[in-house]
């Protein structure tokens, strides 16, 4: 089998919820340490997304709960915190070398710088359970995928693309109103459907694009699936009917052209004129806990409908191969999504709900005839103060495999075999599957600066036309 691989080795990912100076290189001036389980865009292990799965019986916090490089601003955070208005910034580098491609070496640097705002209504005015949440992000780099010949599969930096080139760019701004004592929450206003949806804040625990955010199956080639740094008009409805166990269903307006820049380069298109369709989510969840060190997991089962219509890969109207035909491909009408994930702590090593070794495995399955992926699955470890010498070290290990559509990898054989060059889904040759398997190790430098070191290695299998 024709084969090829590559070894990445990110060079700094750091927290900032404070603007801070970077030298070049890996040497950070300052930076912070974030308590698990927060939302908007500083989180230890989720540095491009709000983090609005819940992982403990809460719902949408307020304000995420970080150390302030600076401390309290001179009592002015503290104050600001309790009038209802919380403000966090931060920085996040995702540096990545690649050592080898087929071409030689190469590196690639790209950032984030995300800020926050966050006003707790109740405590403003009195408006008991309603809070407004919304984030801007700059984003810039270099997308060392582009030069393996990747991007289309998994990406390495996860932090990479969707802002526009711009100074600032509008990644969401939305409402939640708790009800029935906290145990209904209704969001609504702009935003992804990737904070609420198949979310977890173990997945970034990884740098590249294959787990990082979401499960890349469910957001390739997706309308309906909206993640960040773009955003839709939309809503979900999440409930808590007992401990432990919640059920959410969401409606979001479907926009193929999200995250590019002929649609919306800064975020702040509001329009819906380019929507094809709605996408409704429905997901449940049990949260359980086991024994005397509270060992909790994460298991969910989800379903996504996307009423757009979508162009068949291979077939036209009269079920003949449209390439071969010239006729137009067969317009198919709505898309399906599926998955079903899980993580469960396996030793405690602290008290916090990320002070632990988790283990963790999902999969996902799409509509073949209109996605460039048929599944995906992925399995893994993360750990967090496994060293006891070292409570804030977290190291993780994550293999994932994702495999094109049957429908795709038939046409790619088709028109490279007829001497095409430039393939459908972004293809330089056909595609098969990929493989990924990554190790992280995060370490404190010192109380408030973390900085981790990762190695995925990419396995990518051309199909059997090329091979041939």
Not at 162 to 191: C, E, F, P, S, W
Request: some cysteine; charged content about 15%.
């Amino acid at each position: 089998m024709s084969s090829r691989n590559s070894i990445v080795t990110q060079a700094l990912r750091v927290r900032l919820p404070m603007a801070c100076a970077l030298a070049f290189g890996a040497v950070v001036i300052c930076a912070s340490r974030a308590e698990a389980q927060v939302r908007g865009p500083v989180s230890i292990t989720g540095p491009s997304f709000a983090l609005d799965t819940p992982t403990a019986y809460e719902n949408t916090p307020f304000t995420p709960k970080v150390e302030h490089v600076l401390g309290t601003w001179d009592g002015i955070l503290p104050w600001l915190n309790s009038h209802g208005v919380g403000v966090v910034i931060d920085y996040t580098s995702e540096s990545a070398i690649l050592l080898d491609g087929g071409h030689g070496s190469d590196a690639g640097y790209a950032h984030q710088v995300g800020a926050e705002l966050d006003i707790d209504w109740g405590k403003l005015i009195g408006w008991q359970g309603f809070r407004t949440h919304a984030v801007v992000v700059n984003r810039a780099g270099h997308n060392l995928s582009a030069d393996y010949g990747d991007k289309s599969l998994a990406g390495i930096q996860e932090i990479y693309g969707g802002g526009g080139n711009v100074g600032v760019h509008l990644v969401y701004v939305y409402g939640t109103q708790d009800l029935a004592g906290g145990r209904v929450q209704i969001a609504a206003g702009k935003m992804p459907v990737n904070i609420d949806f198949s979310a977890s804040p173990l997945y970034c625990t990884f740098m590249t694009k294959s787990i990082c955010g979401n499960p890349k199956a469910l957001t390739r080639g997706a309308a309906g699936f909206a993640t960040y740094p773009g955003s839709v008009w939309g809503g979900r409805v999440r409930t808590w009917p007992a401990d432990g166990f919640y059920a959410q269903v969401g409606v979001y307006g479907a926009n193929p052209d999200l995250n590019t820049n002929q649609y919306d380069r800064t975020g702040f298109n509001f329009s819906t004129n380019l929507y094809t369709g709605f996408y409704v989510p429905a997901e449940v969840g049990i949260i359980p806990s086991f024994g005397p060190n509270h060992l909790v997991g994460h298991y969910k089962l989800g379903v996504g409908y996307d009423s757009s219509p979508y162009a068949d890969w291979l077939r036209d109207n009269g079920g003949g191969i449209a390439y071969l035909t010239k006729k137009p491909a067969r317009m198919d009408q709505g898309k399906t999504q599926l998955w079903i994930e899980g993580d469960q702590m396996l030793i405690r090593n602290g008290h916090g709900p990320l002070n632990g070794l988790y283990a963790m495995a999902g999969f996902v399955r799409n509509t073949p005839q209109t996605s460039g992926y048929r599944y995906e699955f992925y399995a893994g470890l993360v750990g967090r103060g496994v060293i006891r010498a070292r409570p804030l070290d977290t190291v993780g290990v994550m293999f994932t495999r994702t495999e094109a559509s049957p429908e795709l990898i038939a046409l790619q054989d088709l028109e490279y075999g007829l001497g095409r060059k430039s393939l459908p889904n972004s293809a330089t040759a056909p595609q098969s599957w990929v493989q990924v398997f990554e190790a992280t190790y995060k370490f404190p430098r010192h109380e408030r600066l973390r900085v981790p070191a990762g190695f995925p290695a990419h396995h990518a299998a051309q199909s059997a036309a090329q091979q041939a």
